[in-house]
């Protein structure tokens, strides 16, 4: 376990599908690994829109998805769109400052990068 | 002195009237002065009779052809004077009275002292009396009489002021001489007389000279007499007037410069916003002509989504005193709508809301996108730093995940925060621009050669290839992980291993072109069989997993029995390729 690992011991996301869309595949392996220690099924990571659409298309069960805002050269909105038409809750982590989201989706949780997996945990833990 | 003071003394109010062509001579005459008013007042300076002295104020009396009966009313009605006009209008009683100052007096001394208004119709002042009253106490005009070649025969208290000579000076001299010497040269006195008895009137207006010399504007009127024995000449002192119009002229002169030569476009108002000019610089740059902007005309001009707000803002700025906008004009030359700060404020210093209002439109367009920019680029390198330390936070976990020990740890991850910066330092020297593949292979490898790489060993070649900038990091880290490993274990460490890095290109000029680079190792003698180490290292994850992953490349390593062999197919950009 690593050293920044989130407190394993609480599996807060047990069983839940977290879609993970971030195109650092650095970062997203991370992510995917510090939630996969919090109990979760990763879904993705998916680097860009193209790929988070179908993997959103293609899950029957999604829980929960963290986008990252800026994936290269597009934005992570459509995700964002088809996620909450479908019900899905998300979390935003971004570099970006909060005018940059559009206001349809300036009621989602945002993390700034980079993004604090305890904090994660903690803030997940206490919404479920 | 051809005037003597009267024992009543009559105060005059003026304001201007129109003419009214054969009037009695007491009412041209204080026509010319500009008199509409006259009161009469006793010893005691107390009023004694007020005369509105227009022509429907007069009362004629008598039978047709016979003469005339004449009454001065009072507002009120009540007859201040009579007179028995022997020929219609004539201005013969002027010139009497005027010519003769003895006769004046003589009559002066019939004069009434009883209350006129109390016994109108018994000794109050007669109309004759009543002119020469006005004549003497008219302090503020200059009153003389002329003969016919300018010689003064009479000069009334308000010359004397005016001008400067006393009576007793001037009569019977050259009446010419309140003329300047140009005037005088360019023979105006004679032309205005000439004038004069021609038309029975002459007006002008000039620059006099007074005794002392010094000059004043005067507006003149000159008269012939009936009798053809001279004129009447009145003249005021309009030099307040005169500078007071200048004074408005050029600042007037001013304000059109100002307003027709800044960049600004100016406009004029009322406060409601409906406009009643515009500088020509509105009509250039709008193209709506100055008649079309009349109004709320102008509107034309403004981008339909902002005219409600520009509307609306003058209604906000009769509360504030202030109208404030930003809203988008049309530009006539190229249909672009650009935007403009427009200003008002009320003319005035009593900042009256209901007068018109000045203001100006300034071109802020440009400096909105300034703005704009630095907004999207300060936002923009905020997403860079963030994710910068992302990155550093995640090549620290794998850095810990894959080391054996503290001392691998620090060495592997202080040498990727050096990848990392100096890939950093080229895109910053670009600008985030695109990198060129050899500088970025060059910069890594010389890096890696402070080791002691002899000459000859490694190769480098391929044609110019530019790589995305969103790509240059990743494949900066990769490049270092496998020149870490070739300093390490492989080619750049034994002394017959060689290491080729060669590149190619694929796919059409257009969408997709891809560099296919080639790391090739031979020579190396591998510490094992396989030559495959025992555990994935970061370097592995990197290049078969990060790469795909992120920059849609294909990859495949192989530590082959001479050396590790890595192929990277990775998209560069259609275009911009440099030279080398």
């Known amino acids: ?128 | 002195m051809p005037f003597d003071r009267p024992s009543h003394r009559a105060q005059l109010a003026a304001s201007r009237r129109h003419e009214d062509a054969g009037r009695p001579a007491v009412q041209e005459c204080l026509d010319q002065l500009g008199i509409r008013r006259a009161i009469v007042l006793n010893h005691s300076g107390q009023q004694s009779a007020a005369a509105e002295l227009s022509p429907d104020r007069e009362e004629r009396t008598g039978g047709a052809g016979g003469p005339k009966r004449r009454h001065l009313l009072t507002p009120n009605g009540m007859r201040v004077g009579t007179s028995v006009l022997r020929h219609d209008c004539s201005s013969e009683g002027v010139s009497d009275r005027l010519r003769s100052p003895s006769g004046l007096q003589a009559k002066r001394r019939q004069q009434v002292t009883d209350d006129p208004v109390s016994r109108p119709e018994r000794g109050a002042p007669s109309s004759d009396e009543m002119l020469r009253l006005l004549v003497e106490s008219a302090t503020d005009f200059a009153i003389m009489a002329l003969d016919r070649q300018g010689v003064v025969t009479s000069w009334n208290v308000g010359a004397e002021r005016l001008l400067g000579y006393a009576a007793d000076e001037i009569v019977g001299r050259d009446g010419d001489i309140v003329f300047t010497p140009e005037d005088r040269a360019a023979m105006a006195p004679q032309k205005e007389r000439e004038e004069g008895r021609a038309r029975g009137r002459a007006e002008d207006e000039r620059w006099h000279v007074r005794k002392d010399s010094s000059r004043f504007w005067g507006s003149g009127s000159i008269m012939p007499l009936a009798d053809g024995s001279g004129f009447v000449k009145i003249l005021r002192d309009l030099t307040k007037r005169r500078n007071a119009e200048e004074q408005l002229r050029k600042s007037e002169e001013l304000f059109r410069l100002l307003a027709t030569n800044i960049p600004q476009l100016v406009f004029r108002t009322r406060g409601t916003g409906e406009r009643n000019w515009g500088s020509p610089q509105w009509i250039v740059f709008t193209g709506v002509t100055f008649e079309q902007s009349l109004g709320f005309g102008w509107l034309d001009a403004v981008h339909p989504d902002d005219r409600n707000v520009t509307v609306a803002g003058w209604t906000q700025a009769r509360t504030t005193g202030e109208y404030y906008i930003e809203h988008r004009i049309r530009q006539a030359k190229d249909g672009e709508y650009r935007w403009h700060q427009t200003r008002a404020k009320p003319l005035g210093l009593a900042q009256d809301m209901d007068s018109d209002w000045v203001g100006t439109s300034t071109d802020v367009h440009d400096m909105r996108g300034l703005q704009e920019r630095q907004k999207v680029l300060l936002a923009e390198l905020q997403h860079r730093t963030r994710n910068l330390l992302a990155v550093v936070q995640s090549i620290a976990r794998q850095t810990i995940r894959t080391s054996g020990s503290t001392d691998q740890l620090a060495t592997e991850f202080e040498g990727r925060l050096r990848a990392l910066s100096r890939v950093q330092g080229l895109l910053a020297r670009v600008d985030h621009g695109a990198i060129d593949l050899r500088e970025l292979i060059e910069l890594e490898l010389t890096a890696h050669g402070d080791g002691g790489v002899e000459p000859g060993k490694v190769t480098i070649d391929g044609p110019p290839a530019m790589l995305p900038p969103s790509s240059a990091q990743t494949f900066a880290l990769a490049i270092h992980e496998l020149a870490t490993n070739a300093l390490k274990y492989g080619a750049l460490r034994q002394p017959a291993g060689r290491l080729d890095i060669l590149w190619g290109l694929e796919g059409a000029n257009g969408s997709k072109r891809r560099a296919v680079l080639d790391w090739r190792e031979s020579g190396v003698q591998m510490p094992d069989g396989s030559g495959r180490p025992a555990r994935k290292g970061y370097g592995s994850e990197l290049i078969e997993r990060a790469l795909p992953y992120q920059l849609n490349a294909k990859t495949c390593l192989e530590f082959g029995p001479d050396g590790v062999r890595c192929r990277i197919a990775t998209e560069i950009e259609s275009h911009g390729a440099v030279d080398g």
Do not use: C
């Open chain 1, 1 to 128: 376990m690593g050293l920044w690992m989130a407190d394993a011991a609480r599996r807060v996301l047990e069983g839940r599908h977290v879609l993970v869309v971030e195109d650092e595949y650095m970062i997203a392996v991370d992510l995917a690994r510090a939630l996969a220690d919090l109990g979760a099924t990763v879904i993705g990571p998916a680097a860009s829109v193209a790929d988070a659409l179908a993997l959103v298309a293609g899950e029957s069960a999604l829980d929960l998805a963290i986008l990252d805002v800026n994936l290269g050269v597009e934005k992570v909105f459509p995700v964002a769109h088809d996620l909450r038409a479908r019900g899905v809750p998300f979390i935003f982590a971004t570099g970006y400052d909060q005018w940059l989201v559009p206001s349809a989706y300036a009621d989602a949780p945002r993390f700034d990068k980079p993004v604090d997996t305890r904090a994660l945990a903690r803030a997940l833990s206490t919404s479920e």
